[in-house]
């Protein structure tokens, strides 16, 4: 069993920062495939980001150049560094764990983009 503990949402005005971090429990880490995802009321959730167990990263066309996602496994936490934030990416932001067929959810963290 994995369980998922995002923190670091808040708010923040457009073109600031916020890096948005997601602890894991369990073992295995490096062997997890880990996204972050977001959700805003009346939409499907949407893939922000993609990082594998060999470290290799895809972005939305929507977050590139802005938004970063990376790991440690010696921490056991996937990061998304969000910069050059805008109103249009404020959303829950969920990550989620997958090893094999079996996938993860952590309960999300809000991020507000507004001046």
């Known amino acids: 069993q994995v369980q998922l503990v995002e923190s670091g949402g808040g708010s923040v005005q457009p073109g600031g920062s916020l890096r948005l971090s997601c602890a894991t429990s369990g073992s295995g880490f490096s062997l997890l495939v880990m996204r972050w995802y977001r959700q805003v009321p009346g939409k499907q959730r949407e893939l922000v980001a993609h990082i594998s167990t060999e470290g290799i990263t895809i972005h939305a066309d929507f977050v590139k150049g802005r938004f970063t996602i990376s790991r440690d496994n010696n921490k056991n936490t996937v990061y998304l560094q969000m910069n050059r934030l805008k109103p249009e990416d404020t959303a829950v932001y969920y990550c989620?764990?997958?090893?094999?067929?079996?996938?993860?959810w952590g309960q999300g963290t809000q991020v507000t983009v507004s001046s």
């Open positions: 989620k764990a997958i090893r094999g067929l079996t996938e993860y």
